[in-house]
């Protein structure tokens, strides 16, 4: 038993000091855990989401800008969302109600981010399971799909 | 007994972890296994290599990109053989890239990349590489490591001493190794002499969109011409090639074409060739050679034949062509930074020849002559030798310069890279290599700029190096540290194929303008579909066209019905996620095709002629999101002259019926 004890002793003396020869890692290693505080319940209309929209005015509602917002909408979202129904994402009719313009343009440029962070973001991704999309659009782009955005509602 | 038993192993143990330890500082023994080598290349999880090397993949006709110091593979780009993996030559569009004179050609032998330069240094523009077996150029876009166009090369065969470029990229050269007849005519092999041609192609690339073009063709006598450099600094606007066979010999070479005690090294004025084609010079012959331009705009590739090209004939441009001879069978034919120092590999000779560009235009100029051949000035050996490297090894092969004045060559025979002094002359190192190598590779190596960190030697025969895999073994690259006075070998790794060359340069010139997406609303194939309303199947006699999108996780439309056994059936399917990294997959069950692997905003065809009656899947052949396994969709496949009317649904709902 004792020899069992000295011969372990003197492996782990070896080791280590082979070890300790070895180069001192002069880098990080990598990202350190960090300990993420739950997030409480946020109003989602006061919520403004994660990404570069940090403040946004609306006006009037700008049909010329609806119609652009339209267009794009067709070729780089209609895949996935449908107006007045469920698909591969939430249907957008009346979402302009739901959720902050801030939050819907920061979800468009923003989404990797979004999901991984934002608690509405993360619950919808928990419900639909794929995740956001991002189609690389500029924030004037997801302006105008937010103009469009503006136009849906629900039916009555 | 128990005990001493037990103190035995004890001690055992004990020795064990004392040698393993003590053998980790002893790096002179285990050589690449010193703890200095191996962090030399480690390059940490989620760091950028230094440089890209392009080594080609020679009978895999590829060109694969690796990053170094790691050695880590980071794609095979398709350029000269088909590969069922990208779709490249399976897919409609990029068919047209492997059409030649022979029709479609599958495959090709690829053997020496070259990048683009600007003022004598690397611009990381573009790579050129040569097919040696149909002779063709291809050039690589460097925004999308992808084949961006083909040009076949007329009246030659054996395309060898290519693709390299001159100081502005003004041209890519592409050297004939077998001299054949000129033009191609049905005469008897043994009139060889006299008779056979070789062709030195110049071709131009435009600087503004890198449109590559023939030309000329300077005729020259028919001896095989191996490789070639361009000169550059003082020598730019000429160009050097090796030769040998100058016996002129059509049968049993390693004897017949092993006579002579030199052979030469071509130098050709192509600033004077130019000048005299420019003025009208030239004649302009029939022939017939396929030009192939891939385009990001419509995805897709067009072959267009032509039909003539101008041929120059040495003897009507005197003054522009002389012969510089050069012991024996020269393989490596390369011009320090400086422009000044021709270097001959006589691959069976007993030194490295060195020439000299000022001695060989003062003998030009004092018409210092050694006869000629077929009209070409011989220069006489003495007046325009700088110096040789004497003993250096066996079977000099390639050379290639750090920058910093000193030269390295690789000895295929002796297997060993030698370092040396450009003016002196003398062996300062050598390393063996593991083993046989053919060419090395220091990044810009090849013009006025080297960047003298390492040097990349390419073996031919790896042995014992790695654990066997049957009878065929990989071919290898072996990285060693040239920053001291002695090379250190770091590390050696399997390559693709055989690498016959390399070509690097560090990755900050390239990497900020990797492309990333292709822009959706910039795609102008002709059958993209925009959006998912725009999805559609259209019958047109027999053939049915399908306008297929795909998206994380769906293809739309993905029912469709209406398809009979005996249509050809066209699926044009375009990827409409405009992030990075998702590149979506389709494969369909029976197609004798591949999949097709395809692009954020890309559009890709495949063709699937369906034989038999039934409901047949497809699906993603990509990885793509959680719900990959989703992507899926089915065709109604009905007897031919069935009454089912073409249907295509998602989820339903017809397509583009809002």
Not at chain 2, 304 to 324: C, S
Not at chain 2, 402 to 412: E, L, M, P, V
Not at chain 2, 508 to 520: A, C, D, M, P
């Amino acid at each position: 038993m004792k020899l069992k004890v000295f011969v372990f002793t003197v492996i782990m003396a070896l080791v280590v000091s082979c070890g300790s020869d070895g180069k001192k890692d002069d880098k990080a290693t990598g990202p350190q855990e960090e300990t993420k505080e739950e997030v409480a319940e946020v109003d989602p209309m006061k919520d403004k989401g994660i990404g570069p929209i940090k403040s946004i005015t609306l006006g009037e509602i700008d049909q010329a800008m609806v119609d652009q917002g339209h267009e794009l909408f067709k070729s780089k979202c209609s895949a996935c969302h449908k107006e007045d129904k469920r698909f591969v994402g939430p249907a957008l009719a009346g979402v302009t109600e739901r959720r902050t313009p801030e939050w819907i343009m920061n979800m468009i440029l923003n989404p990797e981010v979004m999901v991984a962070e934002n608690a509405t973001a993360k619950q919808l991704l928990a419900e639909y399971l794929s995740p956001m999309a991002n189609q690389s659009l500029t924030e004037q782009e997801a302006r105008l799909i937010l103009e469009y955005f503006r136009t849906l509602k629900v039916a009555e | 007994m128990k005990t001493i038993f037990k103190t035995l192993l004890a001690f055992t143990i004990v020795s064990t972890v004392l040698s393993s330890c003590g053998n980790g500082g002893d790096k002179g023994k285990h050589g690449a296994l010193s703890g200095s080598a191996a962090e030399k290349v480690y390059v940490a999880p989620g760091e950028h290599d230094e440089f890209y090397a392009f080594v080609s993949g020679g009978f895999s006709g590829q060109l694969a990109v690796y990053g170094l110091p790691s050695g880590r593979l980071f794609k095979v780009i398709p350029v000269f053989s088909v590969d069922a993996e990208k779709a490249y030559g399976f897919n409609e569009e990029t068919k047209p890239m492997l059409n030649t004179s022979h029709g479609f050609i599958p495959w090709d032998d690829s053997h020496h990349p070259d990048i683009s330069q600007t003022a004598g240094e690397l611009d990381g523009r573009y790579v050129f590489i040569n097919g040696n077996n149909t002779p063709r150029i291809a050039k690589i876009d460097l925004t999308t490591f992808e084949t961006a166009e083909i040009i076949e090369i007329p009246n030659s065969a054996g395309n060898h001493s290519s693709s390299f470029v001159t100081e502005n990229t003004e041209y890519v050269v592409a050297g004939t190794r077998f001299s054949v007849p000129y033009p191609q005519r049905d005469m008897p092999i043994k009139e060889y002499k006299g008779n056979f041609k070789g062709a030195l192609t110049f071709i131009s690339v435009d600087p503004k969109d890198g449109a590559m073009d023939i030309k000329f063709q300077i005729m020259m006598p028919g001896f095989n011409y191996d490789l070639s450099h361009p000169g550059r600094g003082k020598s730019h606007g000429w160009f050097f090639f090796t030769t040998y066979n100058t016996e002129e010999a059509n049968s049993l070479l390693e004897v017949n074409a092993s006579q002579n005690d030199k052979d030469f090294i071509a130098a050709i004025n192509w600033k004077k060739i130019e000048e005299y084609v420019n003025n009208g010079g030239g004649t302009k012959a029939p022939t017939n050679y396929a030009h192939n331009v891939y385009s990001d705009e419509t995805h897709s590739a067009t072959s267009t034949m032509k039909k003539e090209v101008l041929i120059v004939n040495p003897a009507d441009v005197p003054g522009a062509i002389y012969f510089l001879p050069t012991p024996k069978s020269p393989h490596g034919c390369d011009v320090d930074p400086s422009g000044e120092y021709i270097i001959g590999n006589g691959k069976l000779a007993a030194e490295l020849t060195a020439h000299s560009f000022t001695k060989m235009l003062a003998a030009i100029e004092g018409k210092k002559f050694d006869g000629e051949a077929y009209g070409i000035p011989i220069l006489k050996y003495e007046e325009i030798l700088a110096g040789a490297v004497k003993q250096p090894g066996l079977g000099p092969l390639h050379t290639e310069f750090d920058g910093k004045g000193y030269a390295y060559t690789t000895f295929f025979i002796s297997s060993e890279v030698v370092k040396w002094k450009l003016g002196t002359w003398e062996v300062v190192d050598r390393k063996p290599t593991y083993y046989s190598p053919g060419h090395l590779m220091i990044p810009g190596g090849n013009s006025r700029k080297p960047f003298g960190k390492y040097t990349l030697v390419m073996n031919k025969i790896t042995k014992d190096r790695y654990l066997p895999t049957g009878p065929e073994v990989t071919q290898s690259a072996q990285l060693y540290d040239i920053t001291g006075d002695k090379m250190e070998l770091l590390s050696d790794f399997p390559t693709i194929g055989e690498p016959h060359y390399a070509a690097g340069i560090p990755a900050e010139l390239i990497k900020e303008r990797s492309k990333k997406i292709f822009k959706l609303e910039e795609n102008k194939h002709k059958y993209v579909t925009k959006s998912e309303a725009e999805g559609k199947v259209v019958r047109n006699g027999n053939e049915v066209h399908i306008y297929m999108t795909m998206i994380r996780s769906h293809f739309s439309p993905d029912n469709i019905e209406g398809v009979q056994v005996g249509d050809k059936v066209y699926f044009h399917v375009t990827n409409l996620e405009q992030d990075y990294d998702v590149p979506h997959g389709i494969s369909m069950i029976g197609a004798q095709t591949s999949e097709l692997l395809i692009m954020p905003g890309q559009t890709e065809t495949f063709v699937w002629e369906p034989k038999q009656v039934g409901v047949w899947p497809f699906y993603c052949t990509d990885f793509c999101s959680a719900l990959h396994q989703e992507m899926q969709g089915y065709v109604r496949v009905s007897p031919k002259g069935s009454n089912v009317p073409i249907t295509f649904t998602l989820d339903g709902d017809t397509i583009g019926a809002e």
